[in-house]
Nanobody, 126 residues
Framework: DVQLQASGGGFVETGGSLRLSCAASGFPFAHYAIGWFRQAPEKAREGVACFNSGDGTTYYSDSVKSRFTISHDVARNTAYLQMNNLKPEDTAVYYC???????????????????WGQGTLVTVSS
């Protein structure tokens, strides 16, 4: 079974850093795309950082570009989201998701991701 478990969220001050982890099982990283999404209260789910292992394509939303970095460790079956210079507007529940690489969809499209973790809360104080 495909399972994803996000962790590493917490409380951090503006300008601080946090690293989220996504422990994965039940699928090969080489044939899947991994995406980090977030959802703040009363706001739509937003694609934050995504990686396509099929062609090496990486996507970052404009709001996090140059501050967040997505990576993964194949041996540990774990994906990461390194978040630096955090801002209050980054406060949200962050979700890890996966999908196959052959899907005809944009990398940031949440609807194309078939498997989702439970989410982890990130709170950035102002």
């Amino acid at each position: 079974d495909v399972q994803l478990q996000a962790s590493g969220g917490g409380f951090v001050e503006t300008g601080g850093s946090l690293r989220l982890s996504c422990a994965a099982s039940g699928f090969p990283f080489a044939h899947y795309a991994i995406g980090w999404f977030r959802q703040a209260p009363e706001k739509a789910r937003e694609g934050v950082a995504c990686f396509n292992s099929g062609d090496g394509t990486t996507y970052y939303s404009d709001s996090v570009k140059s501050r967040f970095t997505i990576s993964h460790d194949v041996a540990r079956n774990t994906a990461y989201l390194q978040m630096n210079n955090l801002k209050p507007e980054d406060t949200a529940v962050y979700y890890c998701a996966s999908r196959r690489t052959g899907i005809l969809s944009t990398l940031r499209s949440a609807t194309a991701y078939a498997h989702w973790g439970q989410g982890t809360l990130v709170t950035v104080s102002s």
